[in-house]
C-alpha cells in the first residue's frame, strides 16, 4: 500500500520509490520523478505445474493465458 508511504512523505519523514501507475491525481502533494537512466522492470506470474485449482483460479489462469498469447 503506497497510501501508508506518501502520508509518511507528505510529513517529511522521507522519499518514496515506487511504480508511476500508483501514484493517481489524488496524491497531490507528491508528484513522480523518473531515474535518469531509465530503470525497467518485468513481471512475471508463476504457479506450480499439476496442481489442482478451483475452477475459478484454473479460469484465471485460463484468462491470463488467452490475454498473454501464451
Not at 51 to 70: C, D, P, R, W, Y
Given at each position: 500500500?503506497?497510501?501508508?508511504?506518501?502520508?509518511?512523505?507528505?510529513?517529511?519523514?522521507?522519499?518514496?520509490?515506487?511504480?508511476?501507475?500508483?501514484?493517481?491525481?489524488?496524491?497531490?502533494?507528491?508528484?513522480?520523478?523518473?531515474?535518469?537512466?531509465?530503470?525497467?522492470t518485468g513481471s512475471v506470474l508463476v504457479w506450480k505445474k499439476h496442481?489442482?485449482?478451483?475452477?475459478?483460479?484454473?479460469?484465471?489462469?485460463?484468462?491470463?493465458?488467452?490475454?498473454?498469447?501464451?
Open positions: 500500500m503506497f497510501h501508508n508511504a506518501i502520508t509518511m512523505i507528505e510529513e517529511g519523514l522521507g522519499y518514496g520509490i515506487t511504480l508511476e501507475s500508483l501514484i493517481t491525481a489524488n496524491n497531490r502533494n507528491v508528484c513522480f520523478r523518473p531515474f535518469s537512466p531509465v530503470l525497467e496442481q489442482n485449482f478451483s475452477t475459478a483460479t484454473a479460469k484465471f489462469i485460463e484468462m491470463l493465458k488467452h490475454a498473454f498469447k501464451v
